[in-house]
């Protein structure tokens, strides 16, 4: 069968290699600066067959490390997208939501580095790629103009699809766990933390969470919207044109960047502004997320080594190499305890204080002649995509080859967990490398 029928009506849908794949499928529709709504119901039937687009945005910042996660696609501000990956007998089985990681300002679950046919294959899971609106467009409306929070706003409208559609693919939706990395993790967090998502998915994995950086973000939300403000020299936000507003997010960042590590990520969802709880009520909301979500959570034994080698300090002993790698290593170790480990044993431990289920991970494998180490990202190819898909990450080394065996595991417990939770663990802490 090569359609399906959704909300709204009919896709066709490409089947190949044992595999159901809708791609680019809309979940969602808004103006500029607006909530987004369901889309509306069309006649005939709608390819699903194509990737959809990615939003607009600038290069990455981490293009240096990954290689390019946009290779192949379109962008466009119509980017409310979701791909469905399923077995072609799939009945009732578990569903996986992931959300991309980019500093909420790059990527797209759209990039064919995020393919989850393998993850589908050897884990009899379902896989739902969610795209949502980033930087300027998602995080950071001008003032006056729109609602906050809409990429995350996004994500839920896009759960909220899984929920009435994805028993047509063969998944369960009394079964789905949420998953993502950086600030696709960071976005599961958020989730979270939200009423208006609660008993949209029952288990979440947060793989190198950059949590804990919220103190200060309304005053640094300030200063980005007087700079974009200042870029945009009176012209209307919500009538200029795409390459005016990512100039304006530009601009917007180097004002956070005065903000410490907090100006790292300096688009993200905000607390004390729907659908998010005020950070006073964050403890509470913790709590009552603990008693019906399982988690597992970690990060890479070296994930802040990418964010240390970009700083101009460290940049400028590269001169003399082993200087460079010198300052490279002190400062990722670090900086991993103050932005991903320190924060991620944090919540486990909350987790586990309000009687919830959490299982711990470390990911230690570093290929031969890899710049950085273990450093953020380097999970992601155990995970998604081919070797053609990774082919360019340069911190994968000069081989670029990563170790099937190791992929073969993780990909193993990732779809143990989507199953059974963290019973299924062999450890509720787990080491990979």
């Known amino acids: 069968m090569r359609e399906r029928r959704i909300t709204g009506g009919t896709i066709q849908v490409e089947r190949e290699d044992g595999l159901v794949r809708a791609r680019g499928v ?8 607006a909530v987004s709504e369901p889309p509306a119901a069309w006649s005939g039937v709608r390819d699903a067959t194509a990737p959809g687009p990615a939003c607009p945005q600038r290069p990455s910042r981490l293009g240096w490390v990954t290689g390019d996660a946009l290779a192949g696609l379109s962008t466009n501000e119509n980017c409310l997208v979701l791909t469905v990956t399923a077995p072609a007998d799939a009945h009732r089985l578990p569903v996986m939501v992931w959300f991309h990681g980019g500093a909420y300002v790059a990527g797209s679950g759209e990039s064919a580095k995020y393919d989850p046919g393998a993850l589908v294959r050897a884990g009899n899971v379902v896989v739902v790629n969610v795209s949502y609106r980033l930087g300027i467009f998602g995080y950071l409306a001008p003032p006056g103009i729109g ?6 706003r996004d994500q ?14 063969g998944g369960d939706a009394a079964n ?10 960071h976005s599961v967090m958020s989730l979270m933390l939200c009423e208006e998502a609660a008993g949209l998915f029952h288990r979440a994995i947060l793989q190198s969470a950059p949590l804990e950086l919220d103190n200060g973000r309304d005053d640094m939300a300030h200063a980005m ?15 200029t044109s795409v390459e005016k507003l990512l100039a304006a997010e530009a601009a917007a960042v180097a004002a956070a960047q005065g903000f410490g590590l907090l100006g790292g990520l300096a688009f993200a969802p905000r607390l004390g502004r729907g659908p998010l709880p005020a950070p006073a009520d964050v ?19 070296d994930d802040a080594a990418p964010f240390v080698a970009m700083d101009p300090r460290v940049a400028r002993l590269n001169r003399v190499p082993a200087l460079g790698r010198l300052a490279v290593r002190a400062g990722s170790k670090a900086i991993t305890k103050q932005a991903f480990s320190g924060p991620a044993e944090r919540l486990a431990q909350a987790w586990r204080s309000h009687g919830g289920r959490v299982g711990t991970y470390r990911f230690d494998w570093t290929p031969a002649g890899a710049p950085l180490g273990a450093c953020h990202c380097m999970e992601l190819p155990f ?11 340069p911190m994968l080394g000069p081989q670029r080859a990563i170790d099937n065996q190791l992929s073969a595991e993780m990909r193993t417990r990732w779809m143990q967990f989507a199953h059974r939770g963290v019973e299924s663990l062999p450890t509720p802490a787990l080491r990979f490398g």
């Open 156 to 169: 839920i409208l896009a759960l909220r699809w899984v929920q009435d559609n994805i028993a047509a693919f």
């Open 383 to 393: 995970l998604f995509g081919s070797p053609q898909s990774w082919a360019d990450a």
């Open 26 to 33: 809309r979940y969602g529709t808004a103006k500029r600066f």
């Open 225 to 239: 919207g007087a700079a974009m403000a200042g870029s945009l020299a009176g012209a209307d936000p919500a009538e």
């Open 283 to 301: 403890p509470g909301a913790i709590a009552a997320a603990a008693g019906r979500i399982e988690l597992l959570i970690g990060y890479t034994k």
């Open 147 to 152: 609602a906050d929070n809409l990429g995350l």
């Open 176 to 185: 789905v766990t949420a998953f993502g990395q950086s600030a696709g993790a």
